[in-house]
């Protein structure tokens, strides 16, 4: 008989179907007579009860079951006369897969706080919360593929080691075979010619610059994976290894991507709350009780626009005393974006056209030289989720913000090339899937919403 998930028995099987289910169990409790054991298989947030009475072969088995044991299980369906569940399993056969030893095993019927929870990386899945949270990962990145190839996209996989720096922020990750021991050196330098690529090389911090390259050919495409950045940043909200999605889109000015980035926003809110509604539930009661009504009010709500000068002016016209002083030419923190949307707005706000000075070189300049077409969207709870831009397409005003940037026009060649060689206007975002699903979920600390979190000092798992 072939193994059905717990999901799959309580949403589409009937009374009277005999079924055979595999998991782990949470709790047992047994009397003379009777044994319950509750067990998960990870495919619902809810557990499911097995019945298994005297009569059984596996009932002494069954009555020295600890949590963390793996149990296989054939039996029949039935309504279930206890409450909080709709169904219970009458085993007819019971078989342990694997013991765990209650001595030692860290997860008991207990809460457990997320730090302790981050030391036991490799068994933190086993609980509610890391359960929900990776159905909701999951479930976004299938909403995140579905998106972009309903509409046409190309998916590019691009580089993960680069020799090219998207950002110009420097806090990059090298890579090298180099012996650290005995670096070879001419001169006091470094002989990069002695390592593997012949050159200094670099874990990616964005995969933008291929994704340029595909849409000067492709049209639409996009970008989902891994990058590296890093910073010494011990915060709630800072990782060195983390997700990007990032769409390119050729013949497309910023209005065009501002319009793609709210669609992009809105379905995703609206699948997770379609389609993870009981998990969700769950990070609504345990986490953050405006989650839900947050998403709903994203997926169903106007998006404000506005350009950054206008997004000043309206602050420093607030009576609201800020941490950080608000004043043009200076990047808006998250406590101005917040309050943005959710006191002044009451919702979403797509803030255009930043100084360039505080902007990267790739940007296009507007005609008053002092503006890019840069373009960040701002939800309530934490600031900034999308950030983007059209990029720079006229190829001497390229350089010349190269130039200012001191950036090499000898190592970006190429990326100058797409300038000379059929241009046109082009334009893409990045969205990083951790905060995102940090937003999503209202979890804390960033930590807690990727498997094995990449932090200063921290590489476990």
Not at 147 to 176: H, L, N, Y
């Amino acid at each position: 008989m072939q193994r059905s998930k717990i999901k799959e028995i309580l949403t589409q099987k009937k009374p009277d179907d005999e079924v055979l289910v595999q998991g782990w169990v949470k709790t047992r409790r047994s009397s003379k007579s009777v044994t319950f054991v509750q067990i998960t298989d990870g495919s619902t947030l809810q557990d499911l009860q097995i019945v298994v009475d005297e009569t059984n072969p596996g009932h002494d088995a069954a009555a020295t079951l600890t949590t963390g044991c793996s149990v296989s299980v054939q039996g029949v369906l039935v309504e279930s006369p206890g409450q909080g569940q709709k169904f219970e399993i009458q085993a007819n056969t019971l078989t342990v897969l694997g013991e765990s030893d209650p001595d030692s095993y860290p997860l008991q019927k207990k809460r457990h706080s997320p730090e302790f929870l981050r030391e036991i990386a490799h068994l933190r899945p086993r609980t509610n919360t890391f359960g929900a949270m990776a159905r909701v990962r999951n479930s976004l990145a299938y909403a995140i593929h579905t998106f972009f190839q309903e509409r046409g996209f190309q998916f590019i996989q691009t580089p993960i080691i680069t020799a090219s720096d998207a950002e110009g922020a420097g806090s990059m990750f090298q890579v090298t075979t180099l012996n650290l021991n005995d670096v070879p050196k001419d001169n006091g330098a470094v002989k990069h010619e002695d390592d593997f690529f012949g050159r200094p090389t670099f874990l990616t911090v964005s995969g933008q610059l291929e994704a340029e390259i595909f849409a000067m050919a492709l049209s639409d495409v996009y970008t989902f994976g891994p990058t590296f950045r890093a910073e010494n940043s011990n915060t709630s909200r800072h990782l060195a290894e983390f997700w990007m999605v990032e769409p390119e889109v050729a013949f497309c000015q910023l209005d065009g991507l501002s319009e793609l980035a709210e669609d992009f926003l809105k379905r995703l809110c609206s699948h997770v709350l379609a389609n993870c509604l009981e998990d969700m539930e769950f990070f609504n009661k345990w986490y953050d009780n405006s989650t839900i009504s947050t998403l709903d009010s994203i997926a169903n709500s106007q998006f404000e626009r506005l350009t950054y000068t206008e997004a000043v002016d309206l602050l420093k016209k607030s009576s609201q005393t800020f941490e950080y002083p608000v004043d043009w030419g200076i990047d808006l923190q998250s406590e101005h974006e917040r309050y943005l949307t959710e006191t002044m707005i009451q919702r979403p706000v797509i803030v255009t056209d930043y100084p360039k000075d505080i902007k990267a070189f790739y940007m296009r300049l507007n005609d008053d030289g002092e503006t890019v077409r840069a373009m960040d969207v701002l939800v309530p709870r934490i600031g900034e989720i999308i950030g983007g831009s059209q990029r720079e397409e006229r190829r001497e005003i390229l350089e010349g913000r190269m130039n200012e940037s001191g950036i090499s026009h000898d190592e970006y060649s190429w990326y100058l090339d797409l300038r000379s060689y059929g241009t046109v206007p082009h334009s893409g975002f990045g969205l990083g899937f951790e905060r995102t699903v940090q937003f999503i979920t209202g979890v804390s600390n960033i930590r807690d919403v990727i498997p094995f979190p990449r932090t200063p000092k921290s590489a476990e798992f």
